[in-house]
């Protein structure tokens, strides 16, 4: 499926050291891990990614052509995001604008199947009752709406931090997109307190779906697959790149401890970490503090989940990547 990728400034200013291109890629290609267990095979591709940063230039380009007033011109979706008197992005009015800006707006979105607009602002959702059965205590975003990628409402609203936080959060909301409804059913494994993909996000964040959500994704992509048949048009080049691709562990520690006196991944060579235990299995372990041999020891260590996408090796699985925290194959 196309994914056309509008990136908000304030999301743009957090994604430093990798073309927004690379980053959104290795952000798609780890949700494609979530879905690939899918009888039906889904995959998102990335078509093309559109920042902010160009929002300037256009304005002062359409005020000389005497187009300021025109808000359906390429490049100003931007303008459409609405914002409560807190700077929250209300989901729902926004989405609505979107809409109809990019049905006025047409062609250059690609033939998308999806847009999905990236923010690191905080997104005040509408929110509606889980439980069919009544219980309003259960609530959570009703945005997109269920099964809308074949209605006309292919929009998505989403939060980052730049550092892959948003990859649940945008995974449910795809989900949804595709006809799976949040997991409420009085079943084992699909409960909604049971942590599972379409279940409470803010318990823990899991890739693993729910049997329901399973069968809700598997029975509308059969019913509904005509409308997914459009072609897009790539104007991004896909690679197989995953988090851990675009950043290594030096690199992963010193984004988690930014500010660290020589943070890094612990190795021997910079610290005597000869008597700590192993990091164990997708764990990697960051050290910051003194390097000099005569203060080999005065250094602080972190041990934290690895990034998806760190090579890992267990007597199950053999060679293989890290994902969300357990080694799978690749």
Not at 116 to 133: G, R, W, Y
Not at 245 to 256: E, G, I, S
Request: aromatic fraction near 12%; charge should be positive.
């Amino acid at each position: 499926l196309g994914v056309y990728v509008l990136c908000d400034d304030s999301l743009t200013r957090r994604i430093t050291g990798h073309h927004l291109r690379e980053y959104f890629n290795a952000f798609f290609n780890t949700i494609n891990l979530i879905f690939r267990k899918l009888p039906s095979k889904v995959r998102f591709k990335v078509v093309a990614v559109e920042s902010s940063s160009n929002l300037e230039i256009l304005q002062l380009a359409y005020a000389s052509a005497n187009m300021r007033n025109n808000l359906n011109l390429y490049g100003r979706w931007q303008e459409q995001i609405e914002l409560n008197k807190d700077g929250k992005i209300l989901d729902a009015a926004t989405s609505k604008k979107l809409m109809t800006y990019f049905n006025a707006t047409g062609v250059p979105y690609n033939n998308s199947h999806i847009i999905v607009l990236f923010t690191a602002k905080n997104v005040l959702f509408s929110q509606v009752a889980h439980d069919k059965q009544g219980d309003k205590k259960v609530v959570d975003d009703m945005k997109p709406a269920l099964g809308g990628i074949c209605a006309g409402e292919n929009i998505v609203i989403t939060q980052d931090d730049g550092f892959f936080v948003g990859i649940v959060f945008t995974a449910r909301k795809l989900a949804r997109l595709l006809g799976a409804n949040y997991d409420y059913r009085e079943k084992t494994d699909c409960r909604y307190d049971s942590s599972m993909l379409m279940g409470d996000v803010y318990r823990r964040k899991s890739y693993t779906m729910s049997s329901c959500t399973i069968q809700n994704l598997t029975s509308w992509i059969q019913t509904n697959g005509y409308c997914l048949t459009n072609k897009f048009r790539f104007q991004v080049s896909s690679t197989e790149d995953l988090p851990a691709d675009l950043f290594k562990p030096d690199k992963f520690c010193a984004q988690k401890y930014k500010g660290k006196e020589n943070i890094a991944e612990c190795t021997q060579e910079k610290w005597d970490i000869s008597g700590y235990p192993a990091a164990g299995t997708c764990k990697v372990r960051c050290c910051y503090g003194t390097i000099r041999a005569w203060k080999r020891n005065m250094f602080s260590m972190y041990t934290v989940g690895a990034l998806d996408g760190y090579t890992c090796k267990t007597n199950t699985v053999g060679n293989g990547i890290c994902v969300n925290g357990a080694c799978e194959k690749r």
